[in-house]
């Protein structure tokens, strides 16, 4: 065999090697990632008041078949796969359909900064949200975040092959991730808004803002104005077409602009920005695990540091830039779609109530730029070693096999091995209080206190005297303002001893006479969200007689919407009531 043949042969042995290392390490990564969302399946169930909203379609077919004013809420994608992982895998599908839709956000955001910057960021992007756990607890629960996240991140790679590379098959796939994103959180549209203002900037940097004189490569590689416009604006036609049936059904409901009512309720404008923010990052910090100790942030960010390190140099020094290297104008774009994503959402969210899981698509940005900015780091160190050992090149590359490959892959076993600690303590951890109890992280907290108060009021009920029927039941039971505890109360109905009706309610109208017709006794479940003041002049007239109080104990990721982070871990509202009451006589 000639030398040329055998440093050929050698050279794709090298690269088989590297790439066989690359996908090792990425599937381990994932499999960690997915087996933290996944962990403690039996503490997962609906509790948060927005997931009894999304949830309930299966178990409310007196309004519908789907829960009062859910279309204020969110568009009908996430409800409907609620829908149906239920009737598939019953009550507790409902948790499943986010695990899943986070595990897959993983493997997209892999892909997109691989894509953008090759497979060390890649890597060390894959890490920073397979080990977030922000990113999990919203993983592992029935709320619109991290679908929303899924296809917002897909829509942003897509959208940016649009713009870049055209044509319409491309156009198509990026509108059409918009569109699913916009049918599944009224935000949606941000994906439009990200990719926009990413075209925006790089149009504007590459074609007006570079100094100096342009050199007919650099010209070559600058976008023209109008054709990328038009990609984008494809893109954005595309999305609205898509989502516009929803916006017709709404017409139905009082239109858009019952919605964007609701929804103004919730924009605090620039004068609260501060305090959402600081409120925001305090969440975070507390959710991520970080709020307490140091150990965990850098244990995180060594694990990727490690891995875009071994990667690094698998794909050979300069392999940490992207494959289509010549592609100037398809790298600056990327910079400028990150930017937009992440400044954008850092400018806008704060601007809301801060509830922290509109965090969520900012983390994910995080999470891609940190891994690029990991890799930039590690792989910029890589060149000077390079230079400094005079250079690399795919022959010395070939004829070192045995002492850069060890390396490589010690440095990404280095890596993996320090992402399976953490996967393995994080999830079995507690972390102290300033009051001494043992807490355990917020992603793995048990979120079934409202399972079962439902089955503690079941029990109650059990006890009543129910001698008549009425159309197969013998008692109804309305929930006031708690969604999450009338899933729980409806799905319960077919194997309930009790024979119950459930009827979601949002005042106390049924002990108004005349407010409750149906032949059967009627009862009343009422928690945090009700008014209990009104409860209590009913009381006082003798229309409602309190039977029993239950205790609920509401995870950190229900309490982190009214309570700032320091209340939380203090333990501040870790207990709230809620009160079963008989319906009275009330002239029917």
């Excluded at 997915?34 to 997962?44: D, I, T, Y």
């Excluded at 006890?463 to 319960?492: C, I, N, Q, W």
């Amino acid at each position: 065999m000639s030398p040329e043949s055998a440093l050929r042969t050698s050279t794709r042995h090298v690269k088989l090697r590297r790439a066989i290392l690359e996908l090792v390490a990425v599937l381990i990564v994932l499999a960690i990632g997915v087996g933290l969302r996944v962990a403690w399946p039996s503490r997962m169930a609906v509790e948060h008041f927005d997931e009894g909203v999304y949830a309930s379609n299966l178990y409310s077919p007196l309004t519908g078949d789907r829960y009062p004013d859910q279309h204020l809420y969110a568009p009908p994608l996430l409800p409907w796969l609620l829908e149906w992982s239920t009737v598939f895998f019953g009550p507790g599908g409902a948790m499943w359909v986010n695990v899943f839709a986070g595990s897959v956000t993983l493997a997209v955001v892999w892909g997109l900064v691989r894509s953008w910057w090759g497979p060390a960021a890649a890597g060390a992007a894959l890490v920073l949200l397979a080990f977030n756990e922000f990113h999990v607890a919203y993983s592992r629960a029935a709320l619109t975040d991290a679908l929303l996240c899924l296809w917002l991140t897909a829509g942003v790679w897509t959208g940016w092959r649009a713009v870049v590379r055209g044509g319409w098959g491309n156009l198509l796939i990026a509108g059409g991730f918009a569109a699913l994103a916009w049918w599944t959180k009224y935000n949606g549209w941000l994906t439009l808004a990200i990719t926009g203002a990413g075209t925006g900037g790089w149009l504007v940097a590459e074609r007006w803002l570079r100094p100096g004189p342009r050199s007919a490569a650099l010209a070559e590689s600058s976008p023209e104005a109008g054709r990328v416009l038009f990609r984008w604006l494809a893109t954005a036609a595309i999305a609205f077409a898509a989502w516009s049936p929803w916006l017709i059904r709404l017409q139905d409901h009082g239109g858009y602009a019952a919605v964007a009512r609701n929804h103004a309720g919730y924009f605090s404008g620039p004068g609260e920005w501060g305090a959402n923010a600081a409120r925001q990052l305090g969440a975070l910090l507390l959710q991520l695990g970080w709020s307490g100790s140091l150990l965990l942030p850098l244990a995180t960010l060594a694990a990727a540091a490690l891995l875009a390190a071994g990667l690094a140099g698998a794909a050979g020094t300069r392999g940490a830039e992207p494959a289509a290297r010549d592609d100037r104008g398809a790298r600056s774009a990327a910079v400028w779609f990150s930017l937009a994503w992440l400044i954008g959402l850092s400018v806008a969210v704060p601007l809301y109530r801060p509830y922290p899981r509109l965090m969520l698509p900012w983390v994910v940005a995080g999470a891609v730029a940190g891994g690029g900015l990991v890799a930039a780091v590690v792989t910029r160190r890589g060149r000077r070693s390079v230079v400094g050992s005079g250079g690399s090149n795919p022959a010395s590359d070939a004829e070192r096999p045995s002492s850069a490959g060890r390396l490589e892959t010690g440095l990404v076993a280095a890596g993996l091995a320090l992402c399976a600690v953490v996967g393995v303590w994080r999830p079995t951890s507690a972390t102290g209080r300033a009051d001494g109890i043992g807490r355990t992280p917020t992603a793995w907290q048990d979120r079934t206190s409202l399972q079962r108060v439902a089955d503690e009021a079941l029990a109650r009920l059990a006890d009543e005297p129910l001698a008549g029927t009425f159309e197969g039941y013998r008692a109804a039971v309305y929930v006031v303002a708690e969604p999450g505890l009338y899933f729980h109360l409806a799905s319960k109905e077919r194997d309930s001893s009790v024979g119950h009706l459930t009827q979601a309610a949002s005042d106390f109208g049924m002990a108004e006479p005349g407010g409750h017709r149906a032949p059967i006794p009627a009862y009343v479940l009422a928690g945090p969200h009700a008014d209990h003041a009104e409860a209590e002049r009913f009381q006082a007239t003798g229309a409602l007689e309190l039977l029993a109080e239950f205790e609920d104990r509401p995870s950190d990721l229900v309490l982190l919407d009214d309570r700032p982070a320091a209340e939380v871990a203090r333990g501040a509202g870790g207990v709230q009531r809620i009160r079963l009451f008989h319906v009275k006589a009330t002239g029917r």
